[in-house]
């Protein structure tokens, strides 16, 4: 089975709609993705198709639990899921962030190759960053322990916004989460073409309660 048909079969199955264009962009990303991987070290797989399921339809399947704004993916690594969302939602505002300047660079590059307006590139570690404005949701994949994750970028959510951490099996992480805070939900997820359990979790900063 081509790229194509592994990229169309997988979104049918994730039952989301994505126009034939944008799965098109898609491959694209995945091109650039393997060609600077040599380069840069982006990520350990090494297979276009791999890439296809692993990467793209891993992203893509959290899209149904995600919600419109203003998103900063924590530790975007090559893009993932920051830039394959991106491309999936260009109504959406994404920043990526990552501290590594090889990997922030070429995520900007194919930014501009892609063509994506909606997006925007930080290098730098995630608690010393203090933009004057804050996010709808923040997310990640496979940046750091849950309690970390949300201790670490709590200055940059809005009041009402959530964080959405994307995990294998997170049971053992769940107690790790801050005062202040709580899970709102753990979603399990299947991921088509990916052998492996996968999960969403989904945190708040807890409302303040008035006597």
């Known amino acids: 089975m081509n790229n194509a048909k592994i990229l169309r079969t997988g ?37 276009k198709s ?38 999936a939602r260009p109504d959406w505002q994404f920043t990526l962030l990552d501290s590594n300047s090889k990997k922030t660079g070429f995520v900007q590059q194919a930014a501009i190759e892609l063509g994506l307006s909606n997006v925007s590139v930080h290098c730098g570690r995630v608690e010393e960053w203090n933009p ?12 750091a322990e849950l309690g970390d994750f949300v201790r670490v970028s709590r200055h940059l959510l809005a009041s009402k916004g959530r964080w959405v951490a994307m995990k294998g099996v997170p049971e053992d992480e769940l107690a790790s989460i801050p005062d202040g805070c709580e899970i709102e939900q753990v979603i399990q997820l299947k991921v088509p073409g990916v052998n492996a359990a996968r999960s969403l979790v989904i945190a708040k900063i807890l409302e303040e309660r008035t006597a």
């Open 11 to 47: 979104v049918a199955e994730l039952n989301l709609d994505l126009s034939e264009s944008t799965q098109t962009k898609l491959l694209a990303y995945v091109d650039l993705l393997h060609k600077w991987n040599k380069v840069f070290n982006l990520t350990a797989i090494r297979g």
């Open 50 to 87: 791999e890439m296809v399921s692993h990467h793209l339809l891993d992203s893509l399947a959290v899209l149904p639990h995600l919600w419109e704004g203003r998103w900063l993916d924590v530790g975007s690594g090559g893009g993932m899921p920051g830039l394959v969302l991106a491309i």
């Open 132 to 143: 004057d404005y804050s996010f709808d949701g923040i997310i990640s994949r496979a940046f």
